[in-house]
T-cell receptor, first 118, second 117 residues
Framework: GDSVTQMEGPVTLSEEAFLTINCTYT??????LFWYVQYPGEGLQLLLK?????DKGSNKGFEATYRKETTSFHLEKGSVQVSDSAVYFC?????????????????FGQGTILTVHP | GAVVSQHPSRVICKSGTSVKIECRSL??????MFWYRQFPKKSLMLMAT?????????EQGVEKDKFLINHASLTLSTLTVTSAHPEDSSFYIC?????????????FGDGTRLSIL
C-alpha cells in the first residue's frame, strides 16, 4: 500500500536558521504530494502541493520539489521564524472511487514537530 | 474564510455519554468526507470515509458500532462516539476533498478535542 515517511522530530531551530524536513514516499500509482501544517490546537492547513514530477510547490517561504527518481518531497525554508513553530505533515494523494464518485484519498506521514526559538 | 466548519471544538463529558460531532462543508456540496483521529504527538489516522446516501466505509480496526457516521446531506456529516470512555479521548478532525481528482487538496475542519472523564 501507499506510505509516507518523514524525518523524526522534534526539530528545534533558532530564528533565521535554515530548515529541511525530509519526506519520502511509496505509492502504487502516480500520487500528488502535499505538505500540511498544524498550529497548536488547530486543524490542518494546506501549506503547498505538487502534482507531477519536478514540480516545485511554494508558499510563505517554504518550498518542496517533487522528485520522482528519489520518491522524495523534502520541505525547505531559508529563514524560519518563531511563528513557523507547528507540526508539519507530508502527505500523498491517490485517486479512489466510491459510489461512482472519485476523490483524492490522503496518506499522511507521522508529522514533524518544529520549534523555533527567538 | 473557512471552507469546512467543525463543531464543537471541545467537549468534556462523563464516561458513558454519547457525543456527536458535526462537519459542514460551507461552500460546496460534498458527497464524500473523511474522519480522522489524532493521538497526542501522532499522525492522523483515517477512521472512515463518509458517503452521502450510503453507508460509511470504515478503516480496519475501527469499530462501526462505536463510531457512528451519518452523511445526512451534501453539506453535513456527523460522527457520534457512542458510550464514550476515557480511551476515546482524542482529537477528531474531518476533511472534505475538493473535486474528483487526486491533485485537489482536502480542506480540514479545525478539529474537536474530546475529553472523557
Amino acid at each position: 500500500g501507499d506510505s509516507v515517511t518523514q524525518m523524526e522530530g522534534p526539530v528545534t531551530l533558532s530564528e533565521e536558521a535554515f530548515l529541511t524536513i525530509n519526506c519520502t514516499y511509496t505509492a502504487t500509482g502516480y500520487p500528488s504530494l502535499f505538505w500540511y501544517v498544524q498550529y497548536p490546537g488547530e486543524g490542518l492547513q494546506l501549506l503547498l502541493k505538487a502534482t507531477k514530477a519536478d514540480d516545485k510547490g511554494s508558499n510563505k517561504g517554504f518550498e518542496a520539489t517533487y522528485r520522482k527518481e528519489t520518491t522524495s518531497f523534502h520541505l525547505e525554508k531559508g529563514s524560519v521564524q518563531v511563528s513557523d513553530s507547528a507540526v508539519y505533515f507530508c502527505a500523498l494523494s491517490t485517486l479512489e472511487n466510491a459510489g461512482g464518485t472519485s476523490y483524492g484519498k490522503l496518506t499522511f506521514g507521522q508529522g514533524t514537530i518544529l520549534t523555533v526559538h527567538p | 474564510g473557512a471552507v469546512v466548519s467543525q463543531h464543537p471544538s471541545r467537549v468534556i463529558c462523563k464516561s458513558g455519554t454519547s457525543v456527536k460531532i458535526e462537519c459542514r462543508s460551507l461552500d460546496f456540496q460534498a458527497t464524500t468526507m473523511f474522519w480522522y483521529r489524532q493521538f497526542p504527538k501522532k499522525s492522523l489516522m483515517l477512521m472512515a470515509t463518509s458517503n452521502e446516501g450510503s453507508k460509511a466505509t470504515y478503516e480496519q480496526g475501527v469499530e462501526k458500532d462505536k463510531f457512528l457516521i451519518n452523511h445526512a446531506s451534501l453539506t453535513l456529516s456527523t460522527l457520534t462516539v457512542t458510550s464514550a470512555h476515557p480511551e476515546d479521548s482524542s482529537f477528531y478532525i474531518c476533511s472534505v476533498p475538493i473535486g474528483g481528482r487526486r491533485n485537489q487538496p482536502q480542506h480540514f475542519g479545525d478539529g474537536t478535542r474530546l475529553s472523557i472523564l
